[in-house]
């Protein structure tokens, strides 16, 4: 049986913030029947910072956010804890709540963490993937090396979550899928800003062609250190 507290395939963070298109839709009120309610306020605040309604530095009163989203105060402040705890929010005991304003430090650590995680990710997936997911693995690979010659930065974004997505659920590491469905509010804040690391389009390519060869030739080493490398981090 499948772990319930493990995200599904395709449910770990898209760098697009599709989840809120209209800016005032993920701070109305709703019904919270059918939902978890602490989940669904953590998410709708977590929206509402991702998609800038509550904008970087802006105070966060408990009251008046249960009041814009017709819940109880509870679940309001048990999701700014949780908010905190990945960053979104800084607190300052009897001072204030706030919106955490994003550092450049803050913007490193998080592409480190997930930069060394997908290449561990590759490097396991490549030993524990059936011949089918690492055709798939070629296929995302091959999408990405195309977007990279296209120079298309925003498919090049896109193409490369859905690749290492797709590692990360073959490599099958239960902690890492948990710790990666906890952070993804803080994940998909840094990731929407994303540029990549390598400005030059051939020589940018040339490293993704180089993880799509080690992918097809299954080599986990290999392609962990073409992930490093992609970014920056070899």
């Known amino acids: 049986d499948s772990d319930p507290n493990v995200a599904k395939a395709g449910s770990l963070p898209d760098p697009r913030p599709t989840l809120a298109d209209d800016m005032s839709e993920s701070l109305r009120p709703f019904d919270p029947r059918g939902t978890v309610l602490g989940d669904e306020v953590y998410a709708r605040v977590g929206e509402a910072i991702i998609d800038g309604t509550l904008a970087p530095g802006e105070r966060l009163r408990d009251h008046e956010l249960a009041r814009r989203l017709g819940v109880s ?14 960053g979104l929010v800084e607190v300052a005991p009897n001072r204030y709540t706030r919106v955490s304003i994003p550092s450049q430090k803050s913007r490193e650590d998080v592409r480190e963490f ?59 590491n239960v902690m890492r899928l948990k710790v990666m469905k906890e952070a993804q509010l803080a994940i998909r804040r840094y990731t929407s800003q994303w540029q990549p690391y390598f400005t030059d389009v051939e020589e940018r390519t040339a490293k993704y062609r180089e993880l799509r060869d080690a992918l097809l030739a299954r080599d986990g080493i290999r392609a962990e250190r073409a992930v490093r490398a992609v970014y920056g981090l070899d």
């Open 73 to 86: 105060r509870t679940p309001v402040r048990e999701a700014l804890q949780r908010l905190e705890r990945v």
């Open 114 to 172: 997930l930069v060394l995680s997908a290449a561990n990710a590759a490097r396991f997936a490549m030993k524990r993937g059936s011949d089918e997911d690492i055709a798939t693995s070629v296929d995302l690979a091959d999408v990405v090396v195309e977007a990279s010659a296209s120079d298309d930065y925003p498919a090049i974004v896109q193409a490369s979550w859905r690749l290492f997505s797709h590692l990360m659920f073959t490599a099958g």
